[in-house]
């Protein structure tokens, strides 16, 4: 609000302050923001921005008192920010963007102010390159990150242009929002050149009006650079573009709205009556559109339900819809959702693996099998497949074959209690007791409070004499 005031000046200070105001009103209230806020994973989004918010609060003051005690401040408030979530990355090149409006700490074409302001910001710089390197080393340990064998360069430039453009219709209007948008691979060629125009339009008109009206510049550079790390130039998931992702960027829209409205206004006779007047409805019509929104975030059912309604192709949608009917006993609907899903993506491995399930379940257990068999041509490494692939075969007495497939799984995902308990199972059906107890234990380490392994291990115990400690695991269990 100081800062709109000095810009404004002081007869406008009101202005500036609304503007401030309906900024965070825009934030709070738009309904891109509801799966950051009600999806429970996404935690980490509120938590971030938080930081996120208390870094800037706390560079201002640096601003304004300089000194290393308000430093370590900023540096510590943006740590805890990469903590919960590497979406900060960018906050070093946002607050170059703020010295410039409304800090003005440089000026247009002044390298030297903003060479220092650049040296000043370096211990930020050098956390955010450390963060990022991480995360994406993570990502690519746990094969999250898409290679360029699957989705080409120019298919992920182009996704980018597309999603920017998707991102800033969806602000204005914010119809058609589901959990997750499949990725097409290639855009339609018209939809991709409309989006290209935009943003460089945008750009073009923001870097032409940079000195009379540099808010413009700021806020567009906002939201493109936050963008940066998830609009899929480095592509993690087999999403397009996501919601949650503009949980910070669209602060950048929001400014060059807002202030650019309170412009045109100025100096008009009845410009703040129309500015209140305009805000109020945006921001009514957009509270009914979220409260509509986070209806939809009630349970499974229904936000998989609306996504397929909103979206074309939707594969994980179907998958985590049959998982969601599975779950409340309506096998008949889940598996119809699993096919649909294979028929979209016919290498979708998941719902190989949950059609199998179910089919086992409902005594089929050959046609089950080859859906997990052809779940693991798909991807030989499903940990999933091969532990519900040695129940199968334990059931049927085939307890070697099972015992090869809950050792493989174990290679894979040694940390698993529930594998390691299934695999004493078997071990104990073919009289390898010694075996069978080194595993109970292991699961057990792993989950002290399993009952079953607890319950299981007794009864080897039992088997082999040791009476006194098969008692203590039974009365564990």
Avoid at 107 to 136: D, H, M, N, W, Y
Avoid at 286 to 307: C, G, K, N, P, Y
Avoid at 433 to 457: F, I, T
């Amino acid at each position: 609000c100081q800062y709109s005031a000095a810009f404004f000046g002081s007869q406008w200070y009101d202005r500036g302050a609304l503007a401030a105001v309906f900024v965070a009103a825009l934030f709070a209230v738009h309904p891109l923001h509801v799966e950051s806020v009600a999806w429970v994973a996404e935690r980490k989004d509120v938590l971030s921005a938080f930081f996120w918010m208390l870094t800037i609060g706390a560079y201002v003051r640096y601003v304004h008192h300089p000194g290393l005690p308000r430093y370590l401040a900023v540096l510590l408030a943006f740590i805890l920010g990469l903590l919960a979530k590497p979406m900060l990355v960018s906050l070093p090149f946002v607050l170059l963007l703020l010295d410039y409006w409304p800090l003005r700490r440089f000026r247009f074409g002044q390298l030297s102010g903003l060479s220092r302001l650049i040296v000043e910001k370096v211990p930020l710089f050098i956390f955010s390159g450390v963060s990022a390197l991480v995360t994406f080393l993570v990502q690519k340990n746990s094969e999250a990150v898409m290679s360029l064998e699957f989705l080409s360069a120019g298919m992920r430039l182009t996704n980018a242009f597309v999603s920017y453009a998707a991102y800033v219709v969806k602000a204005f209007w914010p119809t058609g929002l589901a959990i997750f948008y499949p990725h097409p691979g290639a855009w339609p060629i018209w939809q991709v050149v409309w989006s290209v125009l935009l943003v460089v339009g945008v750009t073009v008109c923001a870097v032409a009006c940079i000195r009379r009206y540099p808010y413009c510049i700021v806020g567009w550079l906002w939201y493109l650079g936050t963008l940066i790390p998830v609009i899929g130039l480095v592509q993690v998931g087999s999403q397009s573009m996501a919601d949650r992702y503009t949980y910070i960027p669209l602060i950048g829209l929001f400014i060059v709205v807002v202030w650019g409205v309170a412009d045109l206004l100025r100096g008009w006779r009845y410009g703040r009556a129309v500015g209140v007047a305009v805000a109020a409805a945006a921001l009514s019509a957009l509270m009914v559109v979220t409260w509509f929104q986070v209806q939809r975030w009630r349970d499974s059912i229904t936000i998989f339900t609306h996504a397929l309604k909103v979206t074309e192709g939707n594969y994980l949608a179907h998958n985590n819809l049959g998982m969601a009917l599975k779950e409340i006993d309506r096998p008949g609907q889940a598996k119809g959702h699993f096919r649909a899903a294979i028929n979209i993506k016919p290498n979708y491995a998941p719902a190989y693996n949950n059609l199998g399930y179910l089919l086992t379940r409902e005594g089929k257990t050959e046609e089950g099998m080859q859906f997990y068999l052809k779940a693991l041509q798909i991807r030989a490494d499903n940990v999933d497949v091969l532990f519900n692939l040695g129940e199968t075969l334990a059931s049927q007495g085939r307890i070697d074959e099972a015992i090869v497939s809950y050792r493989e799984a174990l290679r894979l995902k040694p940390e698993s209690s529930v594998v390691h308990n299934n695999l004493a199972v078997a071990l104990t059906k073919k009289g390898r007791l010694n075996e069978a107890a080194s595993e109970y234990r292991e699961a057990l380490r792993l989950k002290p409070d399993h009952a079953g392994a607890h319950n299981n291990l007794a009864m080897v115990l039992a088997d082999q004499g040791h009476l006194k400690e098969a008692i203590t695991h039974f009365r564990e269990a």
